[in-house]
């Protein structure tokens, strides 16, 4: 197949979140199984191109893009994906691109990403690459499926193309009351206007709009699929989904098992396996070390990365903290950034409990790894997780995950007190502060025994998260579009 993937952010270039691990991995694995992959993206001042080998695709440097009335040039830097031949293509305007972060709250956010959309189909007219699949993510490329349908569909190279929206994360929509920014995308603006295709709580929504006109609609994991279209999860839009469930997937992501395996991880000072696990205790007292903590292999130890958000549930670890730090001797070692309340709760627990928890803020990669392999358990309540990685990088580290069975994290964490044979962490259904506390402590308990713990660990070692199950999953999707099945 052809494919053209475009989307906000990808690992190594520009990263936020999932969605850059996502594109890192998908495109990679695409390409692996003989498929070509064009992935196209924003070129950020933050990317170096000359660190990655781009060149500057001459054939395309007297691009212009076409917003609206407005013709705005652009230049295209072309490379591969590291260790693959999957195509990248960077699309440089520094007027939009160039603003020290990848996104912002300027009044021309949507602009810049509809200047991204104009531009990836103007690359494929260019080079005359007819995609079997334009697979859009999130709302930063949700117009693509309206693009295609309204602006770009007199283009026979596009006679046959199917697309694929992926919904990353339903809570971000990429709302505007600036209606003419559908005119900019070469959207019909009647379909603004209240009742209208695009319309959404009286302005235009890009999220709506692709999930109205893409052909399928993909989501990260089959909980967070089933999640979305109840009122609980489904931001406004549970009535739109629920009406296109037939076209809508959940898949859930893959990690890259290249970058986070313990065998071989240069990133951790100690490497372990399912057959020789005594490197993972090392790594443990060595990030005792690091963080200032008191070094007593017997202390359990917790482990938490994580963007500091309301999303991610860290409320219920405030509310219920005092009475487990009394109760237990369990250490914590957190890295993560975020909203400020967070990072002053954080901060200030250090100072309270000083060699019983520490706190990194910001973002270290190296850390993310080391506390991975070095803590005995990993801390996820999050209220809503479309898939979730950490959780899926700590059973492949043996470090058992503690979860709110929600979304992806539902789907890759088996309880071991409901399934003691299988049981790979410890889930609970009710966000509260005292059901988040009661999990801690059985996982508190198991751990006192050593064998037993063992055993999960090396269940949750066991399991295979690659990208190749979660890709053929993608290619059956992308098989089932070109069918004509959708809608």
Known sequence: MNICFVTSECIPFAKTGGLADVSGALPKELSRLGHTVKLILPLYDSIHVSQFGFVKATELSDMSVQMGDESIPIHVWFGHLPDSTTEVYLVDCPRYFHRGRIYTNDADELDRFVLLQHAAFNIMQRYGFSPDIIHANDWQAALMPAMLKYRYNWDDLFKKTQTILSIHNL?????????????RAGLPMEETRLGGEFEYSGGFSC??????????????SPTYAREIQSERFGEGLEQLLRMRSASLRGILNGI?????????????????????LTGKAKCKLELQVELGLASDPILPLMGIVSRFASQKGFDLLMASLSEIMKRSSVQFAVLGSGEAHFEAFFSAKQNEYPGRFAVHTGYDEGLAHRIEAGSDMFLMPSYYEPCGLNQMYSLRYGTIPIVHKTGGLADTVVDVDEFPGSGTGFSFWDATPDVLKDTIFRALDWFEDRDAWKEIQLRGMRQDFGWEESARSYLDLYSEAMLGTAN
């Open 171 to 183: 809570a971000y929509q990429g709302w505007t009351n600036q209606l003419d920014t559908a005119y």
């Open 207 to 220: 999220l709506k709009t692709g999930i109205m006109t893409a052909d399928w609609i993909s989501t990260v």
């Open 256 to 276: 890259d098992v290249q970058v986070w395996n313990p065998e071989t991880d240069p990133l951790i000072p100690h490497h372990f396996s399912t057959k020789k």
